[in-house]
């Protein structure tokens, strides 16, 4: 197949007829006609029926221009490969994204490995809103953007989910609030005091179903969008907070607390999402890499209890 035939190909169906497109890529209308012509001949079918003064795609045309579609989009992930290669002495600046809903030891977890590549790495962060972060993503201000959740199915982004791996959540909470949890996990959570993550978050909408099919009602003495304010109040003794199970041991560690039990039916997920469908970028490529190999394999979980 001749890729300039199916270029020209895709210049007609994309925008509207043969003259549009003639102007567009300088040439004649009867160039364009005439590879347009040797395409259908190498294919073997119609790619284009009249329609009055007009061209219409047949049904084999439509199916070629999805796949002309996703040739040309491997090419664009081609030339930004090669764009962001590093080369020798060369600093690759990585510009990563982070959902507001990832906790922030996760998102910090995730990220190392890319810090610890050959080359010289300039890390550029930013934290918002997924939608937002998507908009960026979608305007190649990011290079890759770390969720909590896949993207929305009301959001017309073109890129692709990169799934990372799950994990359970655990229930931890401080020493002084250890006496008033009675009875075994998850009953100590009836009437405890919890710090309850956003509702519009994935594994806030997770929690509430799971304490509602066991008929638990805990008293909710706060809503945090910021996973590490939940986590810095349950320090204090305000309430129980929730985290990944993948971060029980530095959890308990690093503040101070103690896990009351921890369950795999509230699953976090986590998804690095980019404008590449196929993996190229040397940092997106550790990050997928060290995610799936290392920090959500089975051997990196403690036992979950239901």
């Known amino acids: 197949m001749n890729y300039k035939h199916l270029h020209y190909f895709h210049q007609v169906a994309k925008l509207g007829g043969v003259l549009r ?56 992930e081609l030339k930004e490969a090669v764009r962001d290669y590093p080369r020798k002495g060369k600093l690759l600046e990585f510009r990563v994204g982070v959902a507001d809903a990832v906790p922030k030891t996760i998102a910090c977890r ?14 550029v962060c930013r934290e918002w809103k997924l939608d937002t972060l998507l908009g960026e993503l979608a305007l190649h201000r990011l290079d890759l953007v770390i969720s909590d959740a896949p993207i929305p199915s009301a959001v017309s982004v073109r890129a692709f989910n990169h799934r990372l791996g799950n994990c359970g959540v655990s229930f931890f909470a401080a020493p002084s609030l250890l006496e008033s949890c009675k ?32 008929s638990l009602h805990p008293r909710v003495v706060g809503e945090f969008d910021d996973s590490a304010l939940a986590k810095e109040f349950g320090r204090r003794g305000l309430g129980i907070f929730v985290a990944p199970t993948v971060l029980e041991r530095d959890i308990e560690k690093q503040y101070g607390v103690r896990a009351l039990g921890a369950t795999h039916e509230i ?11 196929r993996i190229t970028h040397p940092c997106v490529t550790a990050i997928t890499e060290a995610a799936r190999n290392e920090l959500f394999t089975p051997l990196a979980r403690r036992p979950l209890a239901k």
């Open 21 to 76: 497109a003639s102007e567009q890529l300088h040439l004649s209308p009867q160039t364009i006609s005439g590879q347009l012509q040797l395409l259908e001949e190498a294919l073997g079918t119609p790619l284009f029926a009249k329609s009055g003064r007009g061209l219409v795609l047949t049904e084999a045309g439509r199916m070629v221009l999805g796949y002309a579609e996703n040739i040309f989009s491997i090419g664009a």
């Open 110 to 123: 995730l990220i190392e490995p890319a810090t610890q590549l050959p080359e010289p790495i300039r890390i």
């Open 183 to 214: 009875g075994q996990f998850p009953n100590c959570l009836d009437g405890a005091p919890l710090l309850m993550p956003a509702e519009d978050s994935a594994v806030g909408q997770r929690l509430r179903s799971w304490l509602q099919a066991r």
């Open 267 to 277: 699953v976090e997920e986590f998804f690095a999402i980019s404008v590449e469908r």
